[in-house]
Each structure stands twice: as C-alpha cells, then as structure tokens.
C-alpha cells in the first residue's frame, strides 16, 4: 500500500531514530521501506543492513559505493521511485523522524476516502540544536475529523512547499508521468498541487531536523550557491511544464545567486566586493530589496553586516 522513501547519506548519528520511526507505525496494510544510502563515510551503511537483518521482508536498501549526488542529483526520481511498488510515497529524510504510530494509517485512510485529493501532511515539529518548536501549517480549509481539507494549493505550492517532505504522503500514480521531472520538494509539490488537491493533519506526527541538510547551510556561501542552482534548475522546470502559472522573469532567477554573493560580501563585512555584486543585479526586484538598496560604501556596509547578524538571512 505505501512505498516510504528515505534518503542517507552521513546519518549515522540520526538514522536509527528514523527508522525507529517508520517501524513503530502501526498500520492495517503492508509497507515497503526503500532506503537509498549515497555512499555514507559514516555507519550510515552498517546501520541499515543492521535494520535488514530485523526487517528483511519490508527494508529494502540500496546501497551506493559512489555518491551520486555529485553528479547531478535526482536520487529519489532516478533511484528509488522505478523501484517502488506501493499505491502511496511516503517520504522521510534520514536526519529526520517520524513521532505518531498512527501518521500512515490516517493519511492513508484519509487519501483513500477522497479521490480528488492527490497528497497530504501533517503538522510538524522543528528541531534546532535539539530542541522542538512546533511549525504550524498556515493553510487553512474545512475541518473534517483529524484534517484540514485545503483543496487546491498551487498558488502557494509554485513559490514553495506547502508541507515539509517528512510529513507527505502523496499517489504514485498521479505524478508517475512527471517523474523525471518531480525531482526537488519545490516541484513535486507544484505537480502535486497543480494535478490534485491537498489537506493535512492536524496532529504533530513527525520532526523536521533543521539545519542538517544542505538547504539549511546558508552559514557556507559555496553550499548556499550550490542549493541556490538547484532551485534556480527547479524553477526553470517549472517554467517549462506550466508556462501560464510560473512565468518567471529571467533576469530574476539569475539575479538571486548574485545577491546570495551579496549577502555574504556584506556578512564578511567586504563592502568592496558587496558593490560588484550590487552593479550586476539586472532586475528591479533585486535592486529594490533592502540589502542592496541600502548598500552604499564601508559604512553601510557595516551597519547592514549587523543587521544579517540580527536576522540571519533575508
């Protein structure tokens, strides 16, 4: 019934608490657990044939001896996806954890009592240096029982997930033609939004482990950048599937690792290379926004440097 999907890769010090997490659900239909290691330095690796050897008739690993992020990506779509056999995916970092026991059962319950509704969440718990903060969904639709039904999202979903990975579960088959395209949150969710609906529950079903995984290293100019691509490439693909909805500007995509650059010039308090970054913004948006706009020598570049410290990032 449910394919649940985990990506590893250096989790050694998480892993287990993920697993655990996924293995105490207690659901009234089979699962399949598909764990992708990226060639781990860690016991990433050792952590999982041990999990094997305890559940070998639903964990099925695969384990890579050459990381494959590096050379482009796309693990989930061009690894696990053609290898899962469940009607739902359900999706879990390996840094991150599940909470509920019930969390599957509910959702798919829910998924199989309302066809028109193509994936849900939950909502979750943010864990910073070990400590939880609760992250409420900000959408809101009709109550019924356990869920908030939402409906259609796209809107939102085209500028950014409406739900953090760990706590979706959505149809395979929905976004099967779309699955060389679907690698990314950013647009499996805008394919899931643009083809279905969606609603959450309103539990607290899972943890999302913040400032582990690349997207969280913005303090690491070369890793920000690098995710920076892989958003800018997610973009430009949604620009080509729904040409009406997402009509970025081009000169914004390009502008925003130029003011990424920015940002950090003016952390590092190097107001010189701050103002070359600032003279290659093309696009209005950018030039407008207030690091930018504010950034006039030394001194200001001071003042803003204080500021980013205050508020981390724009």
Not at 30 to 53: L, M
């Amino acid at each position: 019934m449910v394919s649940v999907c985990v990506l590893s890769y250096n989790h050694e010090r998480y892993l287990r608490q993920c697993l655990d997490g996924i293995f105490m659900q207690e659901v009234s239909f089979p699962i399949e657990v598909r764990v992708h290691d990226d060639a781990s330095t860690d016991r990433s690796q050792e952590i999982i044939k041990e999990y094997q050897e305890r559940y070998p008739d639903i964990l099925k690993p695969l384990l890579q001896s050459e990381n494959q992020y590096s050379k482009g990506g796309g693990i989930l779509n061009k690894f696990l996806l053609p290898l899962c056999e469940g009607k739902y995916i359900a999706l879990c970092e390996g840094d991150d954890y599940w909470t509920d026991p019930l969390k599957l059962q509910k959702q798919v319950d829910f998924l199989e009592k309302h066809e028109d509704y193509g994936f849900v969440g939950s909502n979750v718990f943010v864990e910073s240096n070990g400590k939880r903060q609760a992250e409420p969904s900000k959408l809101f639709g009709v109550s019924e029982g356990d869920f908030e039904l939402v409906g259609d999202v796209f809107e939102s979903a085209k500028y950014g997930p409406v739900t953090r990975t760990v706590s979706l579960v959505y149809r395979r088959d929905l976004v099967r033609p779309y699955n060389k395209y679907s690698g990314g949150d950013l647009l499996l969710q805008s394919i899931l939004a643009k083809l279905s609906k969606y609603a959450y529950y309103r539990g607290y079903s899972c943890v999302y482990r913040a400032g582990v995984g690349i997207s969280n290293s913005f303090l690491q100019e070369e890793r920000a950048l690098k995710y920076n691509e892989i958003i800018i490439k997610q973009r430009k693909t949604q620009k080509m599937l729904f040409p009406k909805d997402c009509n970025w500007p081009e000169d914004e995509l390009e502008d925003h690792g130029d003011y990424l650059r920015l940002i950090y010039a003016i952390r590092k308090v190097k107001w010189k290379k701050a103002l070359i970054c600032k003279k290659t913004l093309r696009s209005v948006t950018y030039r407008n926004k207030s690091y930018s706009k504010y950034l006039f020598g030394p001194i200001s570049c001071f003042f803003l440097s204080i500021v980013l410290k205050m508020k981390h990032h724009e």
